[in-house]
């Protein structure tokens, strides 16, 4: 289809490339990870800039817009007697991380045709990019079947809170599209567990070569991109710096020790990825366990933690050493990803993110656990879990969001797929995830130098613009 034979609201868009970018632009520059609680910002301060100047762009276009207490929030347009049809994305977005050399987290940069910063991709440019698609068919004009809203959650990735608040006060669209994942379409999510375990230590400490503290991550959904450890009495720091630099060289890492005090501090660098997609990362609690594994500390419960790590964890993936590694025909196999560690004197926390093929649950995990914890003295504590998703790939709604996003990409090749991620599609009634990842691209999302290019912000306006023409505009040929 020439540029010429578009219908007028495909054309339309590209007229807003300009605008599109300074508003993402204006909402990237917001750090709005999860922060400390307060009156009216329930998920903390950046999150809720992000709803406010969200909104702000809705009021500015003329859309109705609310704020639900700073939970959630929303823009609508059409006629409120109508059905409606929902679009769900988030404003809130994972910390930013080491490691930019675009920018930074939050100093979008426009370079090559690609606009840098975290939340570009995940998942501020794809509100973006639906905002824009329904402001094409606004003002060009077209009657609406279905009143649509675009609803904004506020903490998408570190819990539910948001959306349910939304679900107890709100009404529920009939059928919603979730911008926050992959092209063509998803027609599963696997589940999706955080769980911790945690070994208590005993008066031990100090009597020789000793570990401190070990801290790494920031959230269980990304692979950790910096751990760190203090080693205690440690006779001779230029031998044991050597220790380190030698055991850097033979493996490729990027670990270090440097003097730390009296102390010598350790530190690992790795690559971050998202949790769903370990294996694009490298995690640098693993590097950093590994070696710590090589040294002779003198307690024999830090002893039994390496050990432990070492034995049943590693750089393991699938979950395969703490006898989870399940698979179905569906969807595949396990993932996991260590995503956290904090140690003290007093205990070791180990934080994992686990994706769980759709015909499970997170009971076939624990029970995969369970024996191999009786024998260790590890306590597993239960943080959250969120059930698989699943549409067969022949549902009609399936059929047709992969039949759009091939009119506009010519991509006949790709299937339905099923993912490792969460949306909130697997949260709400008749929803599923669509883009606004396209199959081949560069995906880094919860990664440093996350970004968006130009030229597929506007495919996906272009996207999303023909999504909502089809689920929510009365159609009129003469308009075409």
Known sequence: MTAAQQP???????????????????????ESCAGAPADGAPFGEGPLQALNAMLAIGEREGMKTKSLDGYAGYIEYGDPDRDMFGILTHLDVVPGGSGWTHGGPFEPVLEDGKLYGRGTSDDKGPSIAAFYALKALKDCGYEFDRRVRMIFGLNE??????????KKNE?????????DSDFPVVSGEK????????????????????????????????????AEAVVSGVDNNEKFAARVAEFAEKTHYLIRAEADGGNMKITAEGKSAHGSTPWKGLNAISV??????????DSEEIRETLDFYESHIGFDMLGERLGINLKDEKSGSLVMNTGIIDMNESRIRMTFNVRIPVTLSDTDVYSGIAALLMESNIDLVERMYQPPLYYEPDDPRITKLAEI???????????????GGGTYARQIDNAVAFG?????????????????SVSRLMQTAKIYAETIYEFAVKHDESKD
């Open 8 to 30: 007028d609201y495909i054309r339309k868009i590209d007229e807003y490339e300009k605008q599109m970018i300074e508003d993402l632009k204006s909402l990237a520059e917001l």
């Open 157 to 166: 990735e570190t819990g539910e809170e948001s959306l349910d608040y939304y």
């Open 171 to 179: 009404e529920i669209p009939s059928f919603s599209i979730v911008p």
């Open 191 to 226: 589940g999706i567990m955080v769980f911790d375990l945690i070994k208590y230590f005993g008066i031990h400490r100090n009597s020789g070569l000793d570990i401190i503290s070990i801290k790494g991550g920031s959230a269980p959904n990304m692979v950790p991109d910096h």
């Open 288 to 297: 950093l366990m590994q070696f710590l594994y090589t040294i002779e500390v």
């Open 405 to 419: 996003y091939r009119k506009f990409t010519g991509d006949s090749e790709t299937k339905p797929l099923v993912i």
């Open 436 to 452: 606004a990842m396209y199959p081949g691209d560069e995906d880094r999302m919860h990664c440093a130098d996350e970004y968006v």
